[in-house]
């Protein structure tokens, strides 16, 4: 599905307009965004949880000079899925 389906899909099941669901998607983008730049973790119960984590400084290797090099400590983002995903899989 992408997002035009999408905001269809979200229009028709709300019962508003494509352009009122297309605002609401990104409205939810921009929070989610801001809230995982603050550090705070994000839950929508049943469905998923997103979360920044941080990654710890670590030796990689160069796959094409076989040269170790040295990756610094940073973040990623780690999205779990709910129990309602998990379920609809099975």
């Known amino acids: 599905m992408n997002r035009s389906e999408l ?7 709300a019962g508003t307009s494509k352009t009122d669901a297309d605002a609401v998607l990104n409205a939810l983008g921009d929070t989610l965004v801001d809230a995982v730049k603050k550090g705070e973790k994000v839950q929508i119960p049943g469905l998923l949880t997103v979360e920044r984590v941080e990654r710890a ?5 160069n796959p094409a000079t076989g040269e170790t090099l040295n990756i610094p400590a940073g973040y990623g983002v780690k999205v779990s899925a709910g129990s ?6 099975k």
Request: proline letters at 0%; aromatic letters at 0%; glycine letters at 6%.
């Open 84 to 89: 309602k995903l998990k379920n609809a899989v």
């Open 7 to 13: 905001v269809a899909a979200v229009a028709d099941s």
């Open 57 to 61: 400084a670590r030796t990689g290797r």
